[in-house]
Structure formats: C-alpha cells, structure tokens
C-alpha cells in the first residue's frame, strides 16, 4: 500500500480545469513533487517545490499543498493533457525513503 | 543535458539476479544529487526502489531492502542496481533517475532513463 493516496481515476472536458490530488501525513513536512507518464513513456517531471515548473512544461499545470493535502491543477486542459500522473514524497517514518502515490489516470473528453 | 541510460539483460531466470547499469552523460556523478532506481511492473503504478549518492551513501524501500544493493562507479560515472532472488513479481520496467533537489523538503526526479523491460522467466 501506498502512504501518498491519489484518486485512480479523474476526468475533465476540453479547456476545463481538473485538480488531481494527493493525501499523506509526509506532505505536512515535505513538498509534492507531480510526474506525468504517457504510455510506453518514462515519466515527466511536471511540478514540484511549493509550485515551479521545469522548463518546457505549459503554465497550464500549477501546484499546491494545504495540511496533508498536495494538488496539481491543470487550467484548460489540453489533450495531449490525457495521462497517468503520479505524486512523489518522502515517506512519513523520517528515514530519508521516497514514495510514490498509486496514480490518478486523467481522460480528457 | 543530462542523460541517463539503462542497460543489462531483459531476461532472468526466477531466484537469479537482476543487474542493471544506469550511466550518466551529460553531467557528473558526483554532482549533488542522488540517484535513484524507479520500477513498474506492467500496468501498474510507479515504486521507488531506492538511491544512492556519489559517497555511496544509500536508502532503500524496505519491501526490497533485503533483496537490493545499489552502488556508483565515479570512474565511469554510472550506477547500478542489483536485486537478488527475483521472482515473476520483479517482472517490470526499470528506470533510472537523477534526484534533484539541494533542500532536503523539496526532492524531485528530473532526468528519467527511458526504462528497461527486465522479465523473470524460465
């Protein structure tokens, strides 16, 4: 089981925002970093930090994190947008390990 | 720009030894970073194997860590990952990855190999 829980599944129409979130008791401490895997690709860092993007990634994906909760918003989506994206952190038992979430699958319709 | 590169054999017989090799171009291993291993098994979610820095300090997911051993060679400025006693379940894509980050709350992969298929088969 995973100590970062993401929603399987989230849908979104054209040109509509979807926020994809991701709970654990380690982003209270530790900032959410937001991967985004097409299939048969490696995956692509999107967001991470308190919000900065890498270069090259469309300012149409932002993020956040409240208590226990990170999120990364997708204003407008696109759909080359439709993807797996996954949240990564550090586990909550303090011993340097990372975790990932389990995935949230993002259909754009 | 960095790249990363995995290689080894994309067949291994169950209760044999997974070896893989991450090498580095484009940057230092010895830059300061950590290097990790990343898994997923087909169809399925992303796990972190574990990590290593260029002094050979390294952590590993307690589900593997009595099977895992990941060591660096700076001469050739590459890395690799050796999982012991595999089983069908250890049949996944692998991928290496740089881990970013210089403060200690905000980690992040930002360079990704492009992933090996390692599949445990008689």
């Known amino acids: 089981s995973s100590e970062l829980t993401q929603d399987p599944a989230v849908s979104v129409a054209l040109g509509q925002t979807v926020r994809i979130t991701c709970q654990g008791d380690?982003?209270?401490?530790?900032?959410a970093s937001w991967y985004q895997q097409k299939p048969g690709q490696a995956p692509v860092l999107v967001i991470y930090g308190k919000n900065n993007r890498p270069s090259g990634i469309p300012d149409r994906f932002s993020g956040s994190s409240s208590g226990n909760t990170a999120s990364l918003t997708i204003t407008g989506a696109q759909a080359e947008d439709e993807a797996d994206y996954y949240c990564n952190s550090r586990d909550s038992s303090g011993n340097h390990l990372r975790v990932f979430g389990g995935g949230t699958k993002l259909t754009v319709l | 720009q960095v790249q990363l590169q995995e290689s080894g054999p994309g067949l291994v017989k169950p209760s044999g030894t997974l070896s893989l090799t991450c090498a580095v171009s484009?940057?230092?291993?010895?830059?300061?970073?950590?290097w990790s291993w990343v898994r997923q098994p087909p169809g399925k979610g992303l796990e972190w194997i574990g990590e290593?820095?260029?002094?050979?300090?390294?952590n590993y997911n307690p589900s593997l860590k009595s099977r895992v051993t990941i060591s660096v060679d700076k001469s050739k400025n590459q890395f690799s990952l050796k999982l012991s006693s595999v089983t069908a379940a250890d049949t996944a894509v692998y991928y290496c990855?740089?881990?970013?980050?210089?403060?200690?709350?905000?980690?992040?992969?930002?360079?990704w190999g492009q992933g090996t298929l390692v599949t445990v088969s008689s």
């Open positions: 990855a740089r881990d970013r980050g210089i403060v200690a709350t905000e980690r992040y992969f930002d360079y």
């Open positions: 380690s982003l209270r401490s530790y900032y």
């Open positions: 290593i820095y260029h002094s050979g300090s390294t």
């Open positions: 484009g940057g230092s291993i010895s830059s300061s970073n950590w």
